[in-house]
């Protein structure tokens, strides 16, 4: 792999070529789809308002459509050319709307069906991953008549319980003992019918956005996250201002390409598409990292990971916003899967 100053520098380069070429009435009209219906919305309402905002700064017809106060199926009637998917969660990242959009014949942005359908569910990525290799910490799949301390025994403790379906921290928790994961269950499964137990890594939280189809994806700087007493939870995630980012990271660059190569490696697997972020962990003793999950629309909010990573590129919010709408123009409305 080149070295990450290499890449980093030639994607923010053909960013801004591709962008002076780029005719933006070729665009058309532009539905911006937020909010939505999912755990993540009030997330979803900020990314979508601040991509929004990016695209009428750029001389976009672009207009908001929130399918969690309308039907979805009244996208028909608003004549869009494409969609820029802000949607975060279940109904939005999980496939259905894109096999929506894929039966009106619209180009979006992000993950086709498949990808965004195996990606949403935390139990099917890793199975993929595990069979192409890939470093993902042991998992259980919980039910209510599970057996605690075998799964105990299995994961060891701590364990982090949560649901298959959700992000952004929703329902997770830490578990130190045995008698905490009855609670820990039903928090998970009052949100999902999925519910998971992984072992849990104990290390720096790391994130890693990728640009690029699945052939010719590339990996963005690594960040790393220092979250408040190591709780990364949604409100440290979103609102607070304590948590600290640092890209790039003060990690040795063995360990940054060696992140790199794992996040690419599981952005191929699952077939995503157009940008992603892979979130791993990377484990303190060994100094072996391990991928948690895959993020197929990524958070655009003022708090949000893949921006940060693009502007060390000299790639602006607005830019990037822009970019990713931008390579819609390579879908004729089939599907992206």
């Known amino acids: 792999m080149p070295k990450q100053s290499q890449v980093l520098m030639a994607w923010g380069e053909r960013v801004k070529q591709d962008l002076a ?10 539905g911006v789809l937020l909010g939505g219906r999912s755990g993540e919305r009030e997330i979803s309402l900020m990314s979508g308002g601040g991509v929004l905002e990016a695209l009428l700064s750029k001389g976009v017809d672009a207009h908001s459509f929130d399918p969690g106060l309308r039907c979805p199926t009244e996208l028909a009637k608003e004549k869009f050319d494409r969609i ?5 969660g279940r109904y939005g990242e999980d496939g259905t709307i894109q096999g929506l959009l894929d039966l009106l014949g619209l180009p979006y942005t992000g993950s086709g069906v498949l990808a965004s359908a195996l990606a949403i569910d935390k139990i ?3 199975l993929v991953w595990l069979s192409s290799g890939l470093s993902t910490p042991e998992f ?13 025994r299995h994961l060891g403790l701590p364990l982090i319980v949560k649901p298959a379906h959700e992000g952004s921290s929703l329902g997770l928790t830490k578990v130190k003992s045995v008698e905490e994961l009855p609670v820990a269950y039903q928090l998970a499964a009052s949100m999902d019918q999925k519910v998971m137990a992984e072992t849990c890594i104990i290390g720096d939280e790391l994130t890693c956005p990728l640009v690029g189809n699945s052939n010719d994806a590339e990996a963005l700087p690594v960040i790393k996250i220092i979250p408040p007493e190591a709780n990364y939870d949604f409100h440290n995630k979103y609102f607070s201002d304590e948590t600290k980012y640092l890209c790039p990271t ?3 660059p063995a360990i940054n390409i060696a992140v790199q190569e794992l996040a690419l490696a599981a952005y191929r697997a699952l077939g995503c598409k157009t940008w992603g972020r892979a979130d791993v962990m990377l484990d303190q ?4 990292p391990y991928l948690l999950e895959m993020n197929t629309s990524p958070g655009m909010t003022s708090h ?11 790639v602006e919010y607005a830019e990037l916003v ?11 409305g089939v599907a992206q899967v």
């Not at 259980?140 to 105990?152: G, I, K, T, Y």
């Not at 822009?322 to 004729?332: D, E, F, G, R």
């Open 21 to 30: 070429s780029l005719d933006v009435k070729s665009l058309g009209r532009v």
């Open 84 to 88: 820029f998917i802000s949607l975060h």
């Open 124 to 126: 099917a990525t890793k």
């Open 140 to 152: 259980q799949e919980l039910r209510a008549d599970s057996d605690w301390n075998s799964v105990v």
């Open 250 to 252: 003060d990690l040795a």
């Open 285 to 288: 003793k060994s100094g072996k």
């Open 304 to 314: 949000s990971l893949v921006p940060m990573a693009a502007k060390a590129a000299g």
């Open 322 to 332: 822009l970019w990713v709408l931008s390579q819609t123009l390579n879908s004729k």
